[in-house]
């Protein structure tokens, strides 16, 4: 266990102990942190980063946590908020450069603002730009690595720049997962504004139609497999409404879950497994989780890693 006094003498940011991280999630489920922690600049990023990999202590950076579900039980470690941090965002030489903290839907209007077009896809995607680039976040056949030219990262205690072909995107996934992400340039073709306009109101009104906006939820949780939409796979398995706790499967759209009363993270996790092992029984489909999960042992995270056999097993 760090100390509060060795963290104070190297760490200079804002320090929170036993911090409730349902107080940080979308989802508004969580257990406390051991440390919640707003570094004062970037120096502090990096001696903080050093400090705990020397002590083996567990840490991860968070922004807005709305792709979070952590354990009741809690975070035994550092959860490390960059989002007033590294919230600045600028054109140079018609490339946008965007520092990671920066909400999704604040890079999106300063994109429209300027007349940049591709940014609007994003529209209504909740979180940060340096979250949303370390899952490839998207929507609507779009992603955020559609137009990046460039990620800078803290990796092995440096600070580098990551071209994008060699960041590993794929569906929902990057190489930046063991990285902190501090900012990245963008390079879009240019467009009309009213029309950029139009298509982000567009995209926004059918996404507030089709997904529960009303509730407190983590986005998807499940990847769309190939060829193939989790929703349709969930809802097809008669799914929607199913309750445990104060968790439930959203009537509106099958592959999110809702806290409608005060849900505990257990509830969200024991309707996850149910709806891989009903689809999978159905039509033999293994789903992978898109929501990141964070304080599960081993055991839990098996049951929705391994195949229902596998388990009962």
């Not at 007033?84 to 946008?96: F, K, M, N, P, S």
Request: hydrophobic residues 40%.
């Amino acid at each position: 266990m760090v100390s509060l006094e060795d963290l104070q003498k190297i760490f200079r940011g804002e320090i929170k102990i036993s911090e409730p991280m349902s107080e940080h999630t979308w989802l508004k489920v969580g257990g406390p942190a051991d440390y919640y922690l707003k570094p004062s600049d970037r120096e502090d990023i990096l001696q903080l980063i050093d400090f705990f990999k020397e002590r083996e202590f567990p840490y991860m950076i968070v922004g807005r946590g709305s792709n979070l579900l952590i354990h009741d039980d809690g975070f035994r470690g550092a959860m490390i908020n960059l989002e007033v941090l590294l919230a600045g965002i600028r054109v140079e030489d018609d490339t946008v450069i965007v520092d990671a903290g920066v909400w999704i839907s604040t890079f999106v209007n300063f994109c429209i603002q300027y007349g940049y077009a591709g940014a609007e896809m994003l529209a209504g995607i909740p979180g940060t730009v340096g979250g949303a680039i370390r899952m490839n976040a998207g929507a609507y056949g779009g992603e955020i690595s559609d137009y990046l030219l460039d990620v800078e990262v803290i990796r092995d205690s440096k600070t580098m720049t990551v071209k994008k072909a060699d960041a590993g995107f794929g569906y929902r996934r990057s190489g930046f997962i063991n990285d902190v992400v501090l900012s990245a340039r963008f390079r879009f073709p240019k467009g009309e504004k009213e029309d950029l306009m139009r298509i982000r109101r567009e995209l926004l009104i059918k996404r507030n139609a089709a997904q529960p906006v009303d509730l407190p939820n983590t986005g998807s949780i499940f990847k769309n497999p190939e060829g193939n939409f989790a929703a349709k796979l969930i809802d097809t398995c008669g799914l929607k409404g199913k309750r445990i706790g104060g968790a439930m499967i959203s009537e509106l759209h099958a592959n999110f879950i809702v806290n409608v009363q005060n849900a505990k993270a257990k509830d969200v996790f024991d309707l996850m497994v149910i709806m891989r092992n009903e689809v999978y029984k159905q039509f033999g489909v293994l789903l992978e989780h898109e929501v990141l999960l964070v304080g599960f042992s081993k055991d839990e995270l098996s049951m929705l890693q391994n195949t229902p056999s596998e388990i009962s097993g």
